[in-house]
């Protein structure tokens, strides 16, 4: 059975996957990485679109062993049945900001990716494609690198419940929608 890191540009995926596929002696599988190398990729403005179809049957057909999966598209190329265990990095959007700008996102890149992080899209859709039990979402804003690869590797094993993250009550405190909404 394999294992899926997922979520939002910027939340950690890459950085916590390289440490978590030694420390589990299983590949990690990059899906941006696959579906460019398939040549999946349109180019639409500054956002590279991606033929979720087709990745999935390429995935389907060339990636069956067991692997950590890595990506934002996980829950939408991944089937259930495959998958162990499926871990979604929060990071707090305020801090997600600076990362964005320090990588050169355009201003409708920056809010899109936002926006989703706010309204917990990639958690919502990942519980819907592999069900609530499987699916764990952790907050990386309040824990360290090593921290959050003990946190996951605790989940790996059941040992831990999901997070509860709530971005929304606190940007709507700060009367800050404008900042995450295009409206
Ligand atoms: N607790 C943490 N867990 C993971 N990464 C962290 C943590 N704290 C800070 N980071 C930093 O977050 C930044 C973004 O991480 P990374 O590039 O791995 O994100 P990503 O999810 O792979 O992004 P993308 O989807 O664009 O590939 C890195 O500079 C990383 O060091
Ligand atoms: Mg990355």
Redesign the pocket.
């Known amino acids: 059975m394999s294992y899926v890191i997922t ?11 390289k440490e978590l596929s030694k420390l589990v002696s299983l590949p990690m599988a990059d899906l ?1 990485k696959i579906a460019q190398d398939f040549g999946l990729f349109e180019k639409n403005d500054e956002t590279n679109d991606v033929d979720v179809e087709k990745l999935a049957k390429i995935i389907q057909e060339k990636f069956s062993k067991p692997s950590i999966f ?3 598209l996980a829950p939408y190329v991944l089937p259930s049945n495959k998958i162990k265990k499926v871990i979604v ?1 929060r ?1 707090n959007p305020y801090d997600l900001i600076k ?1 964005y700008e320090e ?1 050169g996102y355009s201003k409708n890149k920056i809010k899109d990716n936002l926006g989703s992080e706010v309204l917990g899209v990639i958690f919502h859709d990942a519980v819907n494609q592999f069900g609530a039990e499987k699916t764990v979402q952790i907050d ?2 309040t ?3 090593s ?3 003990k946190k996951v590797m605790d989940s790996f094993k059941g040992e831990i419940n999901t997070e509860q993250v709530d971005w929304l009550s606190i940007v709507s405190e700060k009367n800050d929608l404008k900042e995450f909404f295009a409206y």
């Open positions: 979520g939002n540009p910027g939340v950690g995926k890459h950085t916590i996957s941006n890595v990506g934002h990095l990071k990362i990588r990386v804003s824990k360290n690198i921290e959050t690869i």
